[in-house]
């Protein structure tokens, strides 16, 4: 009983603010730094997986790196954006999650309702998740240092008929022997694999499992001036995908880096005015082969395992008999390569100041301001060699090709494309917090904030127009012997996007609640 009532007084983080989980109304779940931290995940998304109730996480596509797919209670659109809001650390963020390391994450909080997230307004629509970084403590310095590695794998892979079985099931397709049984024989015994291939795609494109491995140092500490937390991590991770191996002097095989540091700082400026500075920077790599993985993914499902080989017994590249397929094991070692680099800054300024002894007790003012800046470059030097197909073999037993089906090159080719964006976002606040006669805990808050973004290297009139968001927001809040709870909360925000007149919108919600176990009855 006595955790359960030290659970019931914790303090989570909720919008704009935090609140006793007793006086909270709303629908929410926190998950601590130990559990995510116990989560062997590239980026927070994955991390979420299996942790809070009414959230699904997928993960489509099993990239090193990428983000899984979050939805909070279902979809709620059919042909918009079911992502979820970010805020990290106060300030909203639309960047992809994985640029925050999961070592530096105190805390993550998920608002599920209209209660607990209608001072978001419509951006909110699709639930919000609260990060919460890390911060110093009072004290000596601390120093943590931690070493993973890690395995992943599929849950599982398709499987296919081999040659053999295909040769049958496509006579019946076809309603004749197409492929006699001296044919089929060939397919079953292997002893002509070049003309008479029996290819298990998957087990050629992909291996059993792939490994990962992060390091991660951090420093925590601080006076009765300033407090700190300095970290620093380093993430790699490759993929199931294989690989060239030493055929080349560049490297084809899928994989993904990530560099991470932060900096959150806390200077009391004097007893009641505290001073915050977050800096965080994170880079990140992508390697892989020329073309996009969907397309090798997609061109395995369509290969026929007993039409061509991976690769003729002599080196030569292989290929469908006609135009109008491609070999999933050239697309993957034989197109070259890509590299994809992401560099992002965030930067946070904020001042709070408790103005008890100025105004009133209880009541405090918060002011602040981030510049984020997120920078993307793609660099792919792609090839398309001569590519062949087989058609039978001469009196000395070689193979006979032709013309070759696909003509092509093996000088690497050159394209290169980036992106980039920066975001400002100010905020200010004014909260009240007050307790009357032991009984009255009354609680209001008004904020305002508003956020610009500009986008870089989009070569369009439309998309290069700064991106400009608005609101207000209020809360209040009643408790009457930490029993019987009310609130109210409204958002009053909008955005140019929309027409004019119809750019903001007002959001409301209302909730009560009653905690039964602090009756005298019970």
Known sequence: ????????????????????KSAFTGSAATIKTEKIAARQASNLTNALAGQVAGVQTTSNTGQPGKDAEVRIRGIGSISASNKPLYVVDGV??????SAISTSDIESMTVLKDAASNALYGARGANGVILITTKKGAEGKPVINARVE??????????????????????????GYEYYTPEQIGYFQNGTDPDLYPDVDWMHELYKNMASNQRVNLNVSGGGDICKYFVSGSLYNEGSIFRNAGQRYDYDTSLRYNKYSFRANMDFNVTKSTVLNVNL???YEKFYGPGVEKDKIWSRAFEASPGVYPKEYSDGTLSYPSMQGGENPWNLLVHSGYREQF????????????DLGDLVTKGLTASIKFSWDA??????????????????????DGNLIFGSPIVTGTDELGLSESGSGSITTYLEGSINYNRLFAEKHRVGAMLLYNHKVTNKKLTYSKTLSLPYKYQGLAGRVTYAFKDTYFAEFNMGYNGSENFAKGHRFGFFTSYAAGWMISNEKFW
């Open 1 to 20: 009983m006595e955790s359960d009532n030290q659970m019931i007084d914790e303090v989570m983080i909720v919008a704009y603010g935090t609140a006793k």
């Open 342 to 353: 992401w560099n992002s800054a965030q930067s946070l300024i904020g001042i709070n100041q």
């Open 92 to 97: 909203p963020y639309d960047g992809e999650i």
């Open 149 to 174: 590695a890690g395995f992943t794998q599929p849950t599982k892979m398709p499987e296919f008929v081999n040659s053999a079985q295909w040769a049958e099931l496509y006579n019946e397709m076809k």
């Open 280 to 282: 965080a920077n994170i």
């Open 374 to 395: 997120v920078n993307t470059n793609t660099i792919v030097r792609s090839k398309t060699p001569n590519q062949y197909y087989a058609k039978g073999r001469d009196e």
